[in-house]
């Protein structure tokens, strides 16, 4: 069993930065694969991005792709999404989850733990 909690989310203006962080308990395999999605009012909800826990393979979305930076932090089993350049369409919810790392990364059904969430909002 894992838990997943995720911090750092706010208000930012277009063009600004912040770093989510998803803090997992439990004991989180090496094979395991934690992801960022995020969910906007009225839309479905989308990957942003992931790694394996070695931290060694990543994946991002491409509207996020040389922006968003994803990484871990092994002794302290959290994960971080550093978000540079924000958008106005990157104002969501946004997840962090974890898979047993056998499925698609970019799938949300795949993965079997979520956390609560964590609003960013970016103004114009």
């Known amino acids: 069993q894992v838990q997943l909690v995720e911090s750092g989310g706010g208000l930012v203006q277009a063009g600004g930065s912040l770093r989510l962080s998803c803090a997992a308990s439990?004991?989180?395999?090496?094979?395991?694969?934690v992801g960022w999605f995020r969910q906007a009012p009225g839309k479905e909800r989308e990957f942003v991005a992931a790694l394996k826990w070695s931290g060694v393979v990543k994946y991002y979305s491409d509207s996020v792709k040389g922006r968003f930076t994803i990484s871990i932090d092994n002794v302290k089993n959290t994960v971080f999404l550093q978000m540079n350049s924000l958008k106005r369409e990157d104002t969501a919810a946004y997840y962090c989850?974890?898979?047993?790392?056998?499925?698609?990364?970019?799938?949300?059904?795949?993965?079997?733990?979520w956390g609560q969430g964590t609003q960013v909002t970016v103004s114009s």
């Open positions: 989850a974890a898979s047993y790392g056998s499925g698609n990364p970019v799938r949300s059904n795949e993965y079997n733990y």
């Open positions: 439990g004991r989180p395999s090496s094979r395991y694969v």
